[in-house]
């Protein structure tokens, strides 16, 4: 199948590299992994021989293939592609887990400085699920729209972040590239990713669009895709200053960024507060709702011997997206990312919509072990978010950029009325038909064509305000 061919989400959970080795300290593990140390191999059987020497055999071949049948086990543990019983079944919370400050920063509200749970209902109002069942460490749900904050835990945390710190490399680099400039990449471009890191198999002296780079930014969690645009934007420095230029304007005061790509590195946090308010900003550009809101897609391979590229399918590894073996897509799904490592532990920004009604929810470092907890948490916050939204006061909201909201980003009952109507008009004028972002979507994960090339994906993403009926700008 060419580029341009679309493909269906299948059973099929993970496509690309895989690595045996271990997860280290530091690496990702959210999606198969490989070494930094080469682009993109797929021999398998190289990478998973026995660490070990073996007895001397007459078919050495089969004498290696125990160690790698069990080598390659435990790494589709690892990855989610196997129903692990411990994975499915085990339940528990990290005795050592730390306490958040006591203060935190008060943007968005003085409660959302509070630890602890922060939730204000109204008579009539859901019950919000109980810390069994929401064990993460930080959490928020709000109005995509509004920024109302309808609940939140801990919310100013700061947190490692994963690879959802990709939504602010997203914000910041995607708007300086036509997504049909190509880029041969040199292997500089890919020098510098941490050992262990979400790979979408990007090869050396080989080009590729832009577009192309973007899919595997958000469907692989690509740092090589990652590192090859930031080599665009001028190198690993240049992109990580300005990252943290683009967090300072978005009033995102919890956020340090030290790697483009989320890996591990000391001093590199979030927070849930912060995470929405990137994937609040990043849903105001049409191309970061494409991408975000892709749950499969093809991706360029390497060139056969007739000098043709072939291609390679892709899925998302959002799995409110895209699914997985014991989980189903969550109705009304339009993004925007995942991340996991090993100081993050699960980080997870989601945006759906049900009606009229679009929620952003984050979750950060749930203590249950369990298989997807991550998602799950998320889907119960967005159940309960749906379900509560006209029936609880808020305890806060997300501000809007320095150019449009108040100078300091701090919020109270004090706030100046021409700061929130500068910031809501702003969000209402933006994409040009009704609010913050306007989803293009189908219902029940139908296929979209995408631009004049024709580029297939395959997309799931709330409706239309125009398609609904709905006033623009309303």
């Known amino acids: 199948m060419g580029s341009g061919s679309i493909r269906r989400a299948t059973g099929a959970l993970f496509r690309g590299v895989l690595s045996a080795s271990r997860a280290k300290p530091g ?20 990478l998973a021989a026995p660490s070990a020497p073996t007895a001397p055999s007459a078919t050495p071949a089969r004498a290696a293939r125990p160690g790698f049948r069990l080598r390659t086990a435990a790494t589709l543990a690892v990855s989610g592609l196997v129903a692990s019983p411990l994975l499915a079944g085990t339940a528990h919370a990290d005795p050592k887990a730390p306490a958040p400050p006591a203060k935190m920063s008060q943007i968005g509200g003085d409660r959302l400085g509070a630890p602890g749970v922060q939730v204000a209902p109204k ?43 990709k939504m602010l490399f997203a914000d910041t680099v995607l708007p300086k590239f036509p997504k049909d400039q190509k880029h041969t990449v040199k292997p500089a471009d890919l020098a510098g990713m941490g050992i262990g890191s979400s790979l979408v198999g990007i090869k050396e002296n080989l080009s590729y669009t832009v577009h192309d780079l973007w899919l595997g930014v958000f469907l692989r969690s690509g740092n090589d895709a990652v590192h090859t645009l930031s080599a665009m934007n001028g190198g690993t420095k240049t992109t990580v200053a300005q990252m943290q230029q683009r967090a300072k304007e978005l009033n995102a005061t919890d956020t340090h960024v030290v790697t483009p790509d989320g890996y591990d590195a000391p001093g590199q946090v979030s927070s849930a507060y912060d995470l929405s308010l990137f994937a609040r900003a990043g849903l105001r550009n049409a191309d970061f709702r494409e991408y975000c809101s892709t749950a499969s897609a093809q991706f360029p391979g390497d060139k056969g011997k007739n000098g043709k590229r072939a291609s390679f399918g892709i899925q998302n590894t959002n799995r409110l997206l895209s699914g997985d073996f014991d989980m189903k897509p969550y109705p009304g799904i339009a993004g925007v990312k995942n991340g996991s490592t090993t100081n993050a532990g699960s980080t997870f920004t989601g945006v759906a919509q049900r009606g009229d009604r679009k929620l952003l929810v984050t979750v950060m470092h749930p203590e249950k072990r369990e298989h997807n907890e991550g998602y799950r948490e998320a889907a119960k916050l967005l159940d309960w978010g749906f379900a509560a939204a006209d029936k609880v006061e808020p305890v806060g909201r997300l501000v809007g950029p320095r150019s449009e909201d108040d100078g300091r980003g701090a919020v109270g009952p004090k706030d100046k009325k021409g700061a ?12 040009g038909a009704g609010g913050a972002w306007t989803a293009v979507g189908v219902a029940g994960g ?8 024709a580029f297939a994906v395959h997309r799931r993403r709330p409706l239309p305000e125009r398609v609904r009926g709905r006033r623009a700008g309303k």
């Open 27 to 46: 690496t990702f593990t959210d999606v198969p992994t490989t070494s930094c140390a080469s682009t993109a191999s797929t021999d398998l059987t190289a």
């Open 446 to 453: 139908a296929l979209a064509l995408l631009g004049a090339v």
């Open 420 to 431: 929130r109507d500068n910031n809501q008009a702003a969000l209402d004028s933006s994409g």
């Open 123 to 165: 008579p009539g109002a859901p019950k919000l699920p109980g810390p069994d069942a929401l064990t993460a460490r930080s959490w928020i749900v709000s109005d995509a729209e509004s920024g109302k904050v309808l609940a939140a835990k801990n919310p100013h945390w700061r947190l490692a972040p994963a690879s959802t710190l």
